[in-house]
Structures are given as C-alpha cells and as structure tokens.
C-alpha cells in the first residue's frame, strides 16, 4: 500500500470513530446538569454564603441540588447542531437574561464550552 492509501485508511477510521462517539442530546442533558452543579457548588464556596444554622457543607450540598435541577430545567431548551462527526449544543443558562447563551462542541464523547457571556454584575 501506498502512503496515500494509508493516510486516507487512517483518516476514514478516525472519522468512523468520532462518528460513533459523536455525544447525542441525552448526554449533553447529563453533562449540563452535572455541569450547573458544580458552579453552583462552586460559586456557593466562593461567596461563601452560608446560612443561619446551615454548615458550609450542607450549603454547597444545597447549591449542587439546585445547580443539578437547573441544569435539567435548562437541558430542556437547547439547540443541537449535528455535524455527524461532531455537535454543537447552544444552551441559554441565564433565564430570562439577555446574552446567556452558552455553545459546547460535543465530539468524541466529551462537551467542551467554546462560547460563554461575559460575567455581568449588578450594582
């Protein structure tokens, strides 16, 4: 064989795999709730709000509870764009709030953010 043929071998293989591993909507649907809870756990660290009677512990517990129903809230209204090798997921994580659509590339089984909004703060 020529190296033509096995570079054009390779490069179809490579293609086939990212086929089959291309992540569909029900694993983005896991990742983003998984991915919600882990900043609300962490902005919950961060602003190290705890409450009267409530341990730091149980706060970021709690944080992750409610960041991990948000993520299933928000899991219901994205927009997947498939490419067949792989997708792009367009997710508004900001409710009501202009500018909180957020873009993840799903490809070989994993979501990587590509676009997020600027933090905005209110004061």
């Not at 997921?89 to 990587?112: C, E, H, K, S």
Request: hydrophobic share 40%; aromatic share 10%.
């Amino acid at each position: 064989m020529t190296p033509g043929r096995i570079l054009f071998a390779g490069l179809l293989l490579v293609a086939g795999v990212l086929y089959l591993l291309n992540p569909g909507p029900e694993k983005f649907t896991e990742f983003l709730s998984v991915e919600m809870a882990a900043q609300a756990e962490a902005r919950a660290r961060e602003a190290g709000e705890v409450s009267e009677g409530v341990s730091g512990g149980a706060a970021s517990f709690l944080a992750g509870r409610l960041g991990r129903r948000a993520g299933e809230v928000a899991s219901d209204s994205f927009e997947r764009e498939d490419y067949r090798v792989a997708s792009i997921y367009t997710a508004d994580m900001n409710g009501r709030q202009p500018g909180g659509d957020w873009r993840f590339l799903g490809i070989a089984g994993w979501f990587v953010a590509i676009e997020q909004p600027e933090e905005t703060t209110t004061g």
